[in-house]
């Protein structure tokens, strides 16, 4: 046999085993790759879900904790007035403090809540309410009214005509949204037609069917109460800043109280007593809120206060000395869950109830 021919075959075989071992090596390593990238997906799969069933968990959590701030609350305030035996409510009381916080079991998170009068505020919906005043009523020198509020349409309003609490919605906003675009006049029109249930314009400021219905995304006015301050958002007029300057001065109940405690409302947001008012300035007005004596104003000792003025007659029925309803928010944050809501509670000899609940932001 020729040895040349005999190395030659040699080397053949040799280069051969060498091609067929670099592609079992490199079909190993495909397969190697292949799998580790099936591992990480799975792995990653099984962090997900086991953190998605966490934050159900805890969300679940942080509800059953919220629920019960808002059992916890009614308990403190009926126990409160129950044993005090206040004759008002008022902003020296526990209840307007502090917002309360308490950690939660086995430092899992906290539950924060605070409690708001909802008198202290300028309810939306009073806007189509006008006073009732009764001839002989204790109030009626003072122009307080003593019939309180009752819906327009009972008496046959006319939609021409600005409503009581337009005007005091206007006169209200009025220096809260100075570089507006819209005068408050035009805002409190808007307001009025969305509440109310009538298709006629309120003016030619008004705002009906007609006009959202020609919008690029059409919608219908809501011919009801609002169910929450936000609505104005929507509203012809009413944009993210003027809702921002406005936001804390405002809010909604589902009724047609539209009352104002003079012993709830903070100084600095004295406005909302000054506009019921007539022949007293606002600096006054805010001094005497700053002076609130311990168990809060009655009528005489208010006026005496102020030392002039009374009752404007579009504020007839709105100026009072305590309330029926307050607003608790509640936030319970369990590890990575969070639950807030906002619940609207109703005060009768001293029995609070829940007649309303927002949950979320």
């Given at each position: 046999?020729?040895?040349?021919?005999?190395?030659?075959s040699?080397?053949?075989?040799?280069i051969?085993?060498?091609?067929?071992?670099?592609?079992?090596?490199i079909?190993?390593l495909?397969?190697?790759?292949?799998?580790?990238?099936?591992?990480?997906?799975?792995?990653?799969?099984?962090?997900?879900?086991?953190?998605?069933?966490?934050?159900?968990?805890?969300?679940?959590?942080?509800?059953?904790?919220?629920?019960?701030a808002?059992?916890?609350?009614?308990s403190?305030?009926?126990?409160?007035?129950?044993?005090?035996?206040?004759?008002?409510?008022?902003?020296?009381?526990?209840?307007?403090?502090?917002?309360?916080?308490f950690?939660?079991?086995?430092?899992?998170?906290?539950?924060?809540?605070?409690?708001?009068?909802?008198?202290?505020?300028?309810?939306?919906n009073?806007i189509?309410?006008?006073?009732?005043v009764?001839?002989g009523?204790?109030?009626?020198e003072r122009?307080?009214?003593?019939?309180?509020?009752?819906?327009?349409?009972?008496?046959?309003?006319?939609?021409?005509?600005?409503?009581?609490?337009?005007?005091?919605?206007?006169?209200?906003?009025?220096p809260?949204?100075?570089?507006?675009e819209?005068?408050p006049?035009?805002?409190?029109?808007?307001?009025?037609?969305?509440?109310?249930d009538d298709?006629?314009?309120?003016?030619?400021?008004?705002?009906?069917?007609?006009?959202?219905t020609?919008?690029?995304k059409?919608?219908?006015t809501?011919?009801?109460?609002?169910?929450?301050?936000?609505?104005?958002?929507v509203?012809k007029?009413?944009?993210?800043?003027?809702?921002?300057?406005?936001?804390?001065?405002?809010?909604?109940?589902?009724?047609?109280?539209?009352?104002?405690?003079?012993n709830?409302?903070?100084?600095?947001?004295?406005?909302?007593?000054w506009?019921?008012?007539?022949?007293?300035?606002?600096?006054t007005?805010?001094?005497a809120?700053?002076?609130?004596?311990e168990?809060?104003?009655?009528?005489a000792s208010?006026?005496?206060?102020?030392?002039?003025?009374k009752?404007?007659?579009?504020?007839?029925?709105?100026?009072?000395?305590?309330?029926?309803?307050?607003?608790?928010?509640?936030?319970?944050?369990?590890?990575?869950?969070?639950?807030?809501?906002q619940?609207l509670?109703?005060?009768?000899?001293?029995?609070?109830?829940?007649?309303?609940?927002?949950?979320?932001?």
């Amino acid at each position: 046999m020729n040895p040349l021919h005999t190395l030659t075959s040699s080397r053949k075989v040799s280069i051969k085993c060498s091609k067929q071992s670099g592609i079992a090596l490199i079909t190993v390593l495909v397969i190697f790759s292949v799998l580790s990238i099936m591992a990480i997906h799975i792995l990653s799969n099984q962090h997900m879900n086991n953190q998605r069933t966490a934050n159900i968990i805890n969300s679940s959590r942080a509800y059953q904790y919220m629920y019960g701030a808002e059992e916890f609350a009614k308990s403190l305030l009926q126990n409160y007035f129950e044993e005090s035996d206040q004759e008002r409510v008022h902003r020296n009381q526990p209840w307007a403090q502090n917002p309360m916080m308490f950690p939660i079991e086995q430092n899992m998170g906290q539950l924060e809540g605070s409690v708001r009068d909802m008198h202290s505020c300028f309810n939306l919906n009073s806007i189509i309410m006008e006073p009732v005043v009764q001839a002989g009523s204790e109030d009626s020198e003072r122009g307080n009214g003593g019939g309180g509020l009752q819906v327009v349409g009972e008496t046959g309003g006319q939609t021409d005509e600005q409503l009581p609490g337009q005007k005091l919605f206007a006169k209200l906003i009025e220096p809260l949204i100075e570089q507006s675009e819209s005068s408050p006049q035009a805002l409190a029109a808007a307001v009025r037609d969305w509440i109310d249930d009538d298709l006629e314009p309120a003016g030619i400021d008004g705002a009906e069917d007609y006009t959202y219905t020609g919008l690029t995304k059409p919608y219908r006015t809501a011919n009801t109460f609002m169910a929450h301050t936000s609505e104005l958002m929507v509203v012809k007029g009413f944009n993210a800043a003027i809702y921002d300057s406005i936001k804390d001065y405002i809010c909604v109940l589902p009724t047609e109280q539209g009352t104002i405690n003079v012993n709830t409302v903070k100084p600095e947001q004295a406005e909302l007593v000054w506009i019921l008012l007539e022949d007293v300035d606002l600096a006054t007005v805010r001094q005497a809120l700053e002076q609130l004596p311990e168990d809060g104003y009655d009528e005489a000792s208010f006026f005496e206060s102020l030392g002039s003025g009374k009752v404007s007659k579009d504020g007839r029925g709105r100026l009072v000395f305590d309330s029926q309803y307050m607003q608790l928010t509640a936030t319970a944050m369990v590890q990575s869950g969070r639950a807030k809501v906002q619940s609207l509670l109703m005060k009768s000899e001293n029995k609070f109830q829940v007649v309303a609940r927002h949950i979320g932001d």
